[in-house]
């Protein structure tokens, strides 16, 4: 017996020259594992998403974005004292029985205490884990009802598209089509009628009004792609005929960015997407403004088709002792009288409608995002009420934030029209007889 242990410390004691190399070596695969590390690390760090939120997805836009990182934080937390306490107990372990203490490993058979204890430990980590999650998941999933500051979607051109998805207890959402097609996202916006084809719509951003939930429609037209704003929730898939739903709900204006977050092909990379967060009264110019756009352009378009398709609109060549003239109609001579008051409640061109956002008992308008004008204008001059058109941030009523009223009416409208609106504005509102 004492020859067999002498024999084993005379091999031990030829090992420590070969050890040595070999813990060198090893020394050196792990600085090197250690600096590819920290280099991939600074990498992901350095890129912009990333480096927005470093520990956890990116947040503050939306309350679901919200729910999501805290959610994410919770298991993180939970994962950390897992991954340290397991860690930490490999690093003791490696420490206290290191070979130089005890060159001849100890034999052990297990612990049976210790095995059940890691069990029952795992299983309660993940029955943890699943209640935390199911307890948030309906504040990620479900809608809630807009702010009382948020737009007032009782009118008609706010009612839900085909296929709108869960919504809020109140039933009211603003509801958006996102149709995602190589390499450009589309929104159309909804309105009060069945004609999909006049509807409001933008590419690549989205404008939406603050304080009021919004519900999207997300499909694809040609391959699978995945909408993704990060600071307003998780992605969706966007997948041709089949449609996914999600909500956000943005307190504060500004703009938040994302882009398709599945490979779509060559330009996936250009295909980017924003949401443009505005005042609700901001919202409703805008939206007036470019739904004026669009029934301008469709009719631009219509009559276009008819000239082109209607024989009478060619010139005819008659005869005229034995030559042929060409007879074409003679312009006008003087432009038509204006109707002011209609230039008032529906606008022209570039120029939104007065009337959708100002309150005019002559003109039966009845809106509450600007100034009752019956009222503000009344003791004005008829240049303080050009001013007013066509310079509105040299005096912003008060109570009214600048900017709310478009700028573009000085160059929308002609000289004439101006002159029109603005005699128009001073007889209704000074006990005139209107135009």
């Given at each position: 017996?004492?020859?067999?242990?002498?024999?084993?410390?005379?091999?031990?004691?030829?090992?420590?020259?070969?050890?040595?190399?070999?813990?060198?070596?090893?020394?050196?695969?792990?600085?090197?594992?250690?600096?590819?590390?920290?280099?991939?690390?600074?990498?992901?760090?350095?890129?912009?998403?990333?480096?927005?939120?470093?520990?956890?997805?990116?947040?503050?836009?939306?309350?679901?974005?919200?729910?999501?990182?805290?959610?994410?934080?919770?298991?993180?937390?939970?994962?950390?004292?897992?991954?340290?306490?397991?860690?930490?107990?490999?690093?003791?372990?490696?420490?206290?029985?290191?070979?130089?203490?005890?060159?001849?490993?100890?034999?052990?058979?297990?612990?049976?205490?210790?095995?059940?204890?890691?069990?029952?430990?795992?299983?309660?980590?993940?029955?943890?884990?699943?209640?935390?999650?199911?307890?948030?998941?309906?504040?990620?999933?479900?809608?809630?009802?807009?702010?009382a500051?948020?737009?007032?979607?009782?009118?008609?051109?706010?009612?839900?598209?085909?296929?709108?998805?869960?919504?809020?207890?109140?039933?009211?959402?603003?509801?958006?089509?996102?149709?995602?097609?190589?390499?450009?996202?589309?929104?159309?916006?909804?309105?009060?009628?069945?004609?999909?084809?006049?509807?409001?719509?933008?590419?690549?951003?989205?404008?939406?009004?603050?304080g009021?939930?919004?519900?999207?429609?997300?499909r694809?037209?040609?391959?699978?792609?995945?909408?993704?704003?990060?600071?307003?929730?998780?992605?969706?898939?966007?997948?041709?005929?089949?449609?996914n739903?999600?909500?956000?709900?943005?307190?504060?204006?500004?703009?938040y960015?994302?882009?398709?977050?599945?490979?779509?092909?060559?330009?996936?990379?250009?295909?980017i997407?924003?949401?443009?967060?505005?005042?609700?009264?901001?919202?409703?110019?805008?939206?007036?403004?470019?739904?004026?756009?669009?029934?301008?352009?469709?009719?631009?378009?219509?009559?276009?088709?008819?000239?082109?398709?209607?024989?009478?609109?060619?010139?005819?060549?008659?005869?005229?002792?034995?030559a042929?003239?060409?007879?074409?109609?003679?312009?006008?001579?003087?432009?038509a009288?204006?109707?002011?008051?209609?230039?008032?409640?529906?606008?022209?061109?570039?120029?939104?409608?007065?009337?959708?956002?100002?309150?005019?008992?002559?003109?039966?308008?009845?809106?509450?995002?600007?100034?009752?004008l019956?009222?503000?204008?009344?003791?004005?001059?008829?240049?303080?009420?050009?001013?007013?058109?066509?310079?509105?941030?040299?005096?912003?009523?008060?109570?009214?934030?600048?900017?709310?009223?478009?700028?573009?009416?000085?160059?929308?409208?002609?000289?004439?029209?101006?002159?029109?609106?603005?005699?128009?504005?001073?007889?209704?509102?000074?006990?005139?007889?209107?135009?």
């Open positions: 017996m004492r020859g067999r242990h002498a024999a084993v410390r005379r091999s031990v004691s030829r090992l420590p020259g070969v050890v040595g190399t070999d813990q060198f070596l090893s020394a050196r695969r792990r600085l090197f594992g250690l600096a590819a590390g920290a280099a991939l690390l600074g990498a992901l760090l350095l890129a912009p998403t990333a480096g927005a939120s470093v520990l956890a997805p990116q947040s503050g836009g939306s309350p679901n974005a919200d729910q999501i990182s805290d959610l994410f934080v919770y298991i993180l937390i939970v994962a950390a004292i897992v991954f340290f306490g397991v860690e930490g107990a490999l690093i003791w372990c490696i420490v206290k029985y290191r070979r130089k203490k005890h060159p001849v490993a100890d034999q052990i058979h297990g612990n049976t205490n210790l095995e059940i204890g890691w069990t029952v430990g795992a299983a309660v980590i993940l029955v943890v884990l699943a209640t935390i999650t199911f307890l948030m998941l309906p504040g990620i999933r479900n809608p809630p009802n807009s702010s500051s948020g737009l007032n979607l009782a009118g008609a051109q706010y009612r839900l598209q085909s296929d709108p998805g869960k919504q809020p207890p109140s039933g009211k959402s603003l509801n958006i089509a996102v149709n995602g097609q190589q390499y450009v996202w589309r929104f159309t916006y909804p309105d009060a009628d069945d004609n999909a084809l006049n509807n409001v719509f933008t590419y690549e951003q989205m404008v939406v009004p603050t009021t939930t919004v519900t999207l429609n997300i694809a037209q040609d391959v699978a792609h995945s909408w993704w704003i990060p600071e307003l929730g998780g992605k969706f898939d966007a997948v041709p005929g089949y449609t739903h999600t909500w956000f709900k943005i307190a504060k204006a500004g703009v960015n994302g882009q398709c977050a599945e490979l779509c092909g060559r330009g996936h990379a250009n295909m997407a924003s949401v443009k967060a505005i005042p609700p009264a901001q919202y409703r110019i805008w939206y007036a403004l470019k739904k004026r756009q669009i029934v301008a352009a469709n009719a631009a378009a219509a009559k276009a088709r008819n000239t082109i398709g209607n024989p009478r609109s060619q010139a005819k060549p008659t005869k005229i002792t034995g042929a003239v060409v007879v074409t109609p003679k312009a006008p001579t003087q432009t009288a204006i109707d002011a008051k209609k230039l008032f409640v529906q606008g022209a061109g570039q120029a939104t409608a007065c009337g959708a956002c100002h309150t005019l008992a002559a003109a039966g308008t009845t809106g509450t995002t600007g100034p009752n019956d009222k503000s204008i009344s003791g004005d001059d008829k240049a303080a009420i050009k001013t007013m058109i066509t310079d509105p941030s040299a005096e912003v009523a008060k109570g009214y934030p600048d900017g709310i009223m478009p700028k573009n009416y000085g160059t929308a409208l002609t000289p004439a029209q101006i002159s029109a609106l603005v005699d128009y504005l001073y007889a209704s509102t000074h006990g005139k007889t209107t135009p």
